[in-house]
């Protein structure tokens, strides 16, 4: 491809309020979108925000909605992602605060970890230091392989930002953090369980998923937080009826 | 109380999954076959089967209808809370009592409703 070919792209300048902007970019072979705005931002207009780190597709800090789909940028290449037309459409984030242009605010996402109780939680047991024992997780069982399943998550928020019901419902927890209850929902050696389903089955939790599947199908790391859910679903039903018999 | 909702919305579906299907296919069936009203009364006067089954179909509806409306009502608008709950449980002894007083009106022997 010659070098002297030019993309046209339309960036989102401003917050809630603001409009596209257009630049033209020359277009490179085997060429990232996340080039393609750091080409912008460091050759024709300084005062572009926009957020990455790694550029390898591990620190998930580099998230836009690129010609209307969500993606991290720095993986996806320009090839992948413009129409027929030869544009390219970039815009921040649906679902988050707009901070300036690309970079969005992720602060109410991280937190939604946290009311999912996403995080390992030891058992009582080790809070005594003599009852402490090496715990074995075989990673051929079913709750090691449910918990692999899941654990890759980077934190992009792609999938948060692809899904109608975080769009409906503010609080509702969202697919990543959900995922994430989900993983430590199969770690044997955590303590926090009922807790961790007290959480998930509130009003914005598990339950309000629709299925849709949209985060599932944009997750760069292949994760499908659709099925995470599903056996979310399936752990708080089993738990109201455990309670109901006892 | 959102986990046992989830369970009733559930239950109730796959109630309904049979039931509805049951429901068609005797109504396809009546219609098919030109059976007149009266011998389709005749057929469910006094059939406690028949009766059996459309209490079940209508509790079902009840139960399933209201949680589905309050799911849609908290998506879809800012309604919330106890005054949402309350006209949700009304709509759903509405539900059941027209549908109870439905499955009684053929079951009943009472002459009035063959008129
Ligand atoms: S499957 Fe659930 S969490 Fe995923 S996009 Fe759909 S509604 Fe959102
Ligand atoms: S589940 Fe996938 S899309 Fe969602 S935050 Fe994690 S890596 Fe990103
Ligand atoms: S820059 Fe780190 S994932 Fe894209």
């Known amino acids: 491809m010659s070098e002297s070919k030019l993309l046209h792209v339309e960036v989102w300048r401003g917050a809630a309020e603001g ?88 602060t109410d996402f991280f937190d939604k970890n946290r009311d999912a109780k996403g995080y390992f939680e030891p058992h009582k047991s080790w809070q005594d230091l003599s009852q402490r024992q090496f715990e074995i997780v075989p990673p051929a069982s079913p709750q090691r392989q449910a918990a692999d399943a899941g654990i890759e998550c980077i934190g992009c928020g792609v999938c948060h930002s692809a899904c109608d019901v975080v769009a409906w419902n503010e609080d509702y927890l969202g697919p990543a953090a959900l995922n994430r209850a989900w993983t430590l929902v199969n770690d044997v050696r955590d303590g926090g369980q009922e807790a961790r389903l007290g959480a998930i089955s509130g009003s914005a939790g598990c339950h309000a998923c629709h299925t849709h599947m949209n985060c599932t199908q944009f997750c760069p790391k292949g994760i499908a937080p659709t099925y995470s859910i599903a056996g979310l679903k399936r752990a708080m039903v089993s738990r109201a009826l455990g309670r109901s018999a006892r | 109380m959102t986990a046992a909702l989830f369970i009733a919305q559930r239950l109730s579906a796959a109630v309904l999954a049979f039931a509805v299907t049951v429901h068609l296919a005797t109504i ?83 002459a009035m409703y063959l008129r």
């Not at chain 1, 020359?26 to 393609?36: G, S």
């Not at chain 1, 030869?86 to 242009?101: A, H, I, M, Q, S």
């Not at chain 2, 007149?36 to 005749?42: F, P, R």
């Open chain 2, 28 to 110: 396809l069936y009546a219609v098919r076959t030109g059976l007149t009203a009266e011998e389709v009364l005749g057929r469910t006067r006094e059939n406690v089967w028949f009766l059996a089954f459309y209490l079940l179909f209508v509790l079902a509806i009840a139960i399933h209808a209201p949680i589905g409306l309050r799911n849609i009502a908290r998506e879809w608008t800012n309604w919330r809370g106890r005054s949402l709950d309350v006209a949700l449980a009304i709509v759903a002894v509405v539900l059941l009592l027209l549908g109870v007083r439905a499955a009684l009106a053929v079951y009943l022997p009472i």
């Open chain 1, 19 to 106: 409009k596209f902007q257009s630049f033209d970019v020359p277009r490179r072979e085997h060429q990232t979108v996340l080039d393609v705005v750091t080409q912008i931002q460091r050759e024709q207009d300084a005062t572009l925000s926009y957020r990455f780190a790694c550029r390898v597709g591990m620190c998930g800090s580099c998230a836009m909605v690129v010609n209307g789909r969500p993606r991290w940028t720095c993986r996806t290449r320009v090839s992948t992602a413009v129409k027929a037309d030869g544009r390219l459409r970039l815009e921040p984030l649906k679902n988050f605060t707009v901070v300036k242009d690309l970079a969005v605010e992720m």
